[in-house]
């Protein structure tokens, strides 16, 4: 983003929050219509919009915008009719009434530890320190309430007033993390759970002559087999959270997500996100000094590809890559058209 694309932004807000003051409306709910105002104002809080972290502000704004505008361009206003609303599409997105925030979760971009971080935020664990927390115990089924456990009323309440927030990542990035922490991996009881469930069918399905050891283990499908494998599309079985389509687990042209924060920037968005929520006694984890991204292996692991497998992800994660604004080139060095 260039400067004067940041600070135009930041003047736009400045004008917007003066004309909320001088109309007396900095405290009331905002309507379905009006939704967009949650952007800028709360109830409690007239943010300034200068200050060190004005630029993730800024960022998180044009991100709306931009992903309102692609939904418009991609699915039309379908997308956005309460009609269209079913509770059991909210599954991925968790409830903080204390905060009025909605979060939908993604695995594979951040999830065990913002989720650490609401336990903190909402009280339910003792410390300040969300690295204490076991990631078992972030993941457990009973730690949140879903979207999907309200009724259809109380849904459109929360997504006409909550903010509502949502953590994207490059779909291929994401692709390969899932694959190394849940297949490549060894000894580790994630990666086991995974192996057995799905390794052992992969091999068997897309190997020959297979080892009975790796029949037996599943541990240690290859990336092109891995992908060969999500892919798929003649059966439901390839389709699982750590890999599905953000589009499809969070409804992104449905819900109207007014906090987009990106991976590549986690640590600065989350920093706002918690200063918008007013919880100032919990930081989010930084990434560990120690650990290779992800990023840097993306090379390695999809010059094993076919030009048909990389065609096949771009058909895949299509909505993912328009709607978030991330580009094959990004990854593969080429696009694929």
């Not at 990631?135 to 007033?161: C, D, K, V, W």
Request: proline residues 4%; charged residues 30%.
């Amino acid at each position: 983003m260039t400067g004067c694309r940041v600070w135009g932004t930041v003047l736009l807000l400045l004008s917007i929050s003066s004309s909320a003051v001088n109309a007396g409306t900095a405290g009331e709910r905002v309507s379905v219509n009006d939704e967009r105002r949650r952007s800028f104002d709360t109830e409690e809080i007239m943010y300034s919009w200068t200050g060190p972290n004005a630029l993730a502000r800024s960022a998180l704004v044009e991100r709306q915008e931009r992903l309102q505008y692609n939904c418009e361009e991609i699915v039309g206003d379908r997308g956005a009719r309460n009609e269209d609303l079913n509770p059991k599409s909210f599954r991925n997105i968790l409830v903080d009434e204390q905060h009025e925030l909605l979060y939908c979760y993604v695995p594979k971009v951040a999830c065990t530890n913002w989720k650490r971080v609401l336990m903190v935020a909402t009280g339910k664990w003792p410390g300040n320190d969300p690295m204490e927390i076991p990631a078992y115990q972030a993941h457990s089924p009973g730690t949140f309430l879903r979207l999907s456990n309200y009724t259809l009323p109380e849904i459109e309440r929360m997504l006409a007033t909550y903010d509502k927030l949502i953590v994207v990542r490059h779909p291929l990035e994401r692709l390969l993390s899932a694959y190394r922490n849940k297949l490549e991996a060894k000894h580790e009881k994630s990666s086991r759970y995974f192996q057995t469930r799905f390794g052992k069918k992969i091999i068997r399905r897309y190997r020959h002559n297979a080892t009975e050891e790796s029949l037996r283990k599943g541990d240690d499908v290859t990336f092109r087999e891995f992908v060969e494998f999500v892919t798929d599309d003649s059966s439901n079985e390839t389709r699982n959270e750590h890999w599905k389509p953000i589009y499809e687990l969070c409804q992104p042209c449905l819900v109207n997500y007014n906090l987009v924060s990106k991976y590549e920037s986690l640590v600065e968005d989350a920093t706002e996100v918690l200063e918008r929520m007013g919880v100032e006694s919990v930081n989010f984890p930084a990434k560990p000094a120690n650990s290779e991204p992800t990023a840097k292996k993306l090379e390695k692991y999809y010059s094993t590809l076919t030009y048909k497998q990389l065609r096949k992800l771009a058909n895949l994660y299509k909505l993912d890559l328009r709607l978030f604004d991330y580009s094959l080139e990004d990854v593969l060095g080429f696009s694929l058209a």
